[in-house]
């Protein structure tokens, strides 16, 4: 019989990048315009592809996935590729793509509250309930009010990428990492 960890690694690894994605454009909101495309569009794929390793999962094991994660690994990776590709379309790509990708993430992880309630508990859920709420409420503002998604990506940004590394690094160490 296979020994597997009950750590998730990849869940750590993504938590760390986006907290320190997330703290570099605090201390820089500007840059988000220039060196820090390319990098949130490798975390955007990274993302992706975790989403959609998820789906894989967890049809494999219950004989359907959940569709939202599909289709926010789909969003996130084509969102990453963008900014990768096309570097000077990057505004636009922070003032609509963003938001939609901070909307379509915090759906799918709201889908799989029940998941990470049974497997983790109450302190997790309720973290990752509160994350994803407050994701969900920036989105929507970025997408209604333009100029503040373009003044302000850098700030909000930062801060919610923090939120999203601390609650992928939570993950890591809970029960979630364990595959069973």
Request: aromatic share 10%; with cysteine.
């Amino acid at each position: 019989m296979r020994r597997r960890s009950g750590f998730g690694w990849l869940e750590l690894i993504i938590g760390i990048l986006l907290i320190l994605i997330g703290i570099f454009t605090l201390l820089r909101p500007g840059s988000v315009f220039s060196g820090l495309l390319f990098l949130f569009g490798i975390i955007a794929v990274i993302m992706g592809i975790a989403d959609i390793l998820l789906y894989i999962e967890v049809e494999r094991y219950t004989g359907f996935g959940p569709v939202v994660s599909l289709i926010s690994g789909i969003l996130s990776v084509m969102a990453g590729i963008m900014l990768l590709v096309y570097p000077g379309a990057g505004v636009m790509v922070l003032s609509l793509l963003f938001p939609i990708w901070f909307i379509a993430h915090c759906i799918s992880r709201l889908a799989h509250l029940g998941v990470i309630r049974l497997l983790s508990g109450a302190g997790e859920y309720y973290f990752t309930l509160i994350v994803n709420i407050i994701g969900l409420i920036l989105g929507f503002l970025m997408i209604l009010r333009p100029m503040l998604s373009l003044t302000a990506v850098g700030c909000i940004a930062g801060a919610y990428l923090i939120l999203l590394g601390i609650d992928s690094v939570v993950m890591a160490f809970s029960n979630m990492g364990l595959r069973r």
